[in-house]
């Protein structure tokens, strides 16, 4: 190497751990910036959220008895999930230590086949061998080799017992590891099956709310006034939205525009369409988007990448996420049992954002999908994979 090199070489040796310490800072500063603007713009949801609740009605008795029967069901489903959750990684875990004995077992029968095999040896040397040469004096230069063969095997042999012992304590150990987490895993299931009865406990009661509602509100017209959307106020929340994430910079692997993705979103729920853009839904009110029929707890997912823009309960969509994809694109979920994402989250396309359910004052588990570009309902058909 020449001089020269030697010289640029420690130059950039010495550079290096400088450069890398102003950039730890800087990165510092760059995530708080970014976690402050974060922070802001949950802020500024909360606001937007407790202003189109007072826009909207939100202190009537029968809205708010509801959104709370609704919010009762959606802290049930998370509870569950979260436990179910638990569940697959204890299982998974259990899995593991059983593995890691089955392993330990074979490894002690090899254990056990070699060290008989060395006992026996040394067994037959110790009872010939050795005897005949102590007696046959014209072989004493024979003795010093057999004796060190002796030495050898003994070491060998408690070498192996002490290896024998040594796997069979760790084998004892990971059998208590495995009583213990079968224990953990019965009482997890133990409190998932309580979980789950506290659901079907809090699905009753929002069935019996919606039932006295329905007895209330026996006229549609009266009904779809009480319960139903606001389109000014739909359109109104969209562009708050839209404007409070505005200036928020993309997180998310595939930045291409949303208008190059027509005919390439990922359905949000493989169903059954029971009502199509600009059909009727159950309630009577004209479809915006499409009604899909899914199973109770079924996760519905983001149709496209994109930051969670609403994360919470609306009259005329119970519990809703909203999803701005940029360029004034937003999708919307609707009638969900529980919301799984916060405002300010970044997803990818396929992501699971909420399970499947009847919030809102529906009368069976679905959901309900919008696709809107600057707060106007677009048919998603089209835009939907087939």
Excluded at 13 to 25: E, R, T
Excluded at 260 to 274: D, I, T, V
Aim: charged share 25%; with cysteine.
């Amino acid at each position: 190497m020449s001089l020269r090199a030697a010289a640029l070489a420690l130059a950039l040796l010495l550079v290096a751990p400088c450069a890398l310490a102003q950039g730890a800072p800087e990165r510092a500063k760059k995530e708080a910036a970014a976690q402050q603007r974060l922070d802001t713009l949950r802020s500024q949801i909360k606001a937007i959220t407790a202003e189109q609740r007072a826009f909207e009605g939100e202190r009537s008795q029968a809205t708010r008895a509801l959104r709370e029967a609704d919010a009762q069901v959606s802290n049930a489903v998370r509870a569950l999930r979260s436990t179910e959750a638990g569940i697959a990684t204890q299982e998974l875990e259990l899995q593991k230590l059983e593995a890691r004995k089955l392993t330990l077992e074979a490894g002690l029968v090899e254990q056990r086949e070699a060290l008989a095999t060395l006992v026996r040896s040394a067994y037959a040397l110790g009872r010939h061998e050795q005897l005949k040469l102590l007696l046959a004096q014209d072989r004493m230069s024979d003795l010093a080799r057999v004796l060190a063969y002796h030495r050898y095997f003994q070491n060998d042999r408690q070498q192996r017992i002490t290896g024998l012992l040594a796997e069979l304590q760790q084998l004892a150990t990971v059998g208590q590891q495995i009583v213990d987490q079968r224990q953990v895993l019965e009482a997890a299931r133990l409190q998932q099956q309580s979980e789950l009865t506290a659901l079907e406990g809090q699905r009753t009661e929002r069935a019996a709310v919606l039932a006295t509602l329905e007895t209330t509100f026996k006229d549609r017209a009266a009904r779809l006034a009480a319960l139903g959307r606001d389109e000014k106020s739909v359109v109104k929340l969209l562009e708050q939205l839209r404007d409070a994430v505005a200036d928020i910079p993309r997180q998310v692997d595939d930045n291409r525009p949303f208008a190059s993705r027509r005919g390439q979103l990922g359905r949000p729920l493989a169903g059954a369409a029971l009502a199509g853009f600009g059909g009727r839904l159950p309630d009577g009110r004209t479809s915006d988007g499409l009604l899909i029929a899914g199973t109770a707890g079924a996760e519905v997912r983001a149709a496209a990448p994109g930051r969670v823009a609403y994360s919470d309960w609306l009259k005329g969509y119970g519990l809703l996420v909203i999803i701005d994809h940029g360029d004034g694109w937003m999708s919307l979920y609707a009638f969900n049992d529980a919301l799984l994402k916060d405002v300010g989250d970044w997803v990818r396309a396929g992501e699971p954002l909420a399970t499947v359910g009847s919030s809102g004052g529906q009368g069976r588990p679905a959901l309900y999908f919008e696709l809107r570009r600057n707060g106007q309902p677009q048919d998603p058909k089209p835009w939907l994979r087939p």
